[in-house]
C-alpha cells in the first residue's frame, strides 16, 4: 500500500458544526502533515506530526485540532469554522521527520463552510 | 529563510512540443528541492527531487530538472508533451534540516492540439 487515504472527499458544514477530517496510511512513515490549499493557491503548512507527537502548529486558529491517535492515522477535528476556512484540505506522510525521501500526499478533502 | 519563485503563472505549450518550466529559489546553502504535478481536484504527485549529487535529475513521466546553483534554479523539463500533463506544476524547497516544504505558486500548465 503507497497510498495516503483522506476520507471524506467532499464536506459541506455550517458554522455551528462540529466535523472530522481523516487521513490514514499503512507505509509505515513516522511524520504526517496536514496543509491547507485554497483555490489557486500553493499548499500552505499547518500542522506536522512526528511520531505520533505535534512537533509544528504554524500558528492555526483553535477552531482546527489536530490528532495523531497512531502512527497510522491523522484526524483534523473541525469546530466553529468560518466560511473563509472553505479550501481543499490535503494530508501527506514520509518515512521519517523531514524531507530526505519526500513527501506522499492523499487527494485532500474539499471542504465547504456555509 | 528559504523561498521559491515559479516566475510563469500559466504556460500553454502544444501537443509534441518540448516544455521548460522555471523555478528560482533562495537559500544559504544546498537546499532540498522538489517538483510536484496536481490534476484538478486531485492531491500532489512528486515528480522529481534533488538533494545532492547529479544536477541533472530524472522523474516519473518522462519529466526531468537541472540544478543550477550559479542560478539559484530548478527548472523542469520535458521533450514532449501529451495532453494529459495539462495540470498545475508546483516547485517546493526545504531546508536540510528542516521539516516542512515551502511551495511556489504554481504553474498551471496547458496543453493544446
Known amino acids: 500500500d503507497t497510498e495516503v487515504t483522506q476520507t471524506p472527499k467532499h464536506l459541506v458544514m455550517g458554522m455551528t458544526n462540529k466535523k472530522s477530517l481523516k487521513c490514514e496510511q499503512h507505509?509505515?512513515?513516522?511524520?504526517m502533515y496536514w496543509y491547507k490549499q485554497k483555490a489557486k493557491k500553493p499548499p500552505e503548512l499547518m500542522f506536522v506530526?512526528?511520531?505520533?507527537?505535534?512537533?509544528i502548529n504554524e500558528s492555526v486558529p483553535s477552531r482546527f485540532s489536530p490528532e495523531c491517535p497512531n502512527s497510522s492515522l491523522l484526524n483534523l477535528h473541525l469546530h466553529a469554522l468560518q466560511p473563509e476556512d472553505s479550501a481543499l484540505y490535503l494530508c501527506?506522510?514520509?518515512?521519517?521527520?523531514?524531507?530526505?525521501?519526500?513527501?506522499?500526499f492523499g487527494s485532500g478533502t474539499r471542504l465547504t463552510v456555509v | 529563510a528559504q523561498s521559491v519563485t515559479q516566475p510563469d503563472i500559466h504556460i500553454t505549450v502544444s501537443e509534441g512540443a518540448s516544455l521548460e518550466l522555471r523555478c528560482n529559489y533562495s537559500?544559504?546553502?544546498?537546499?532540498?528541492l522538489f517538483w510536484y504535478v496536481q490534476s484538478p481536484g486531485q492531491g500532489l504527485q512528486l515528480l522529481l527531487k534533488?538533494?545532492?549529487?547529479?544536477?541533472l535529475v530524472q522523474g516519473i513521466k518522462g519529466f526531468e530538472a537541472e540544478f543550477k546553483r550559479s542560478q539559484s534554479s530548478f527548472n523542469l523539463r520535458k521533450p514532449s508533451v501529451h495532453w494529459s500533463d495539462a495540470a498545475e506544476y508546483f516547485c517546493?524547497?526545504?531546508?536540510?534540516?528542516?521539516?516542512?516544504?515551502?511551495f511556489g505558486k504554481g504553474t498551471t500548465l496547458s496543453v493544446s492540439s
Open positions: 506530526y512526528s511520531y505520533e507527537k505535534l512537533s
Open positions: 507505509m509505515g512513515h513516522r511524520a
Open positions: 501527506a506522510s514520509s518515512q521519517e521527520p523531514g524531507l530526505n525521501y519526500g513527501y506522499t
Open positions: 517546493a524547497v526545504g531546508a536540510q534540516a528542516g521539516t516542512a516544504l515551502i
Open positions: 534533488y538533494f545532492s549529487g547529479d544536477t
Open positions: 537559500y544559504g546553502a544546498t537546499p532540498y
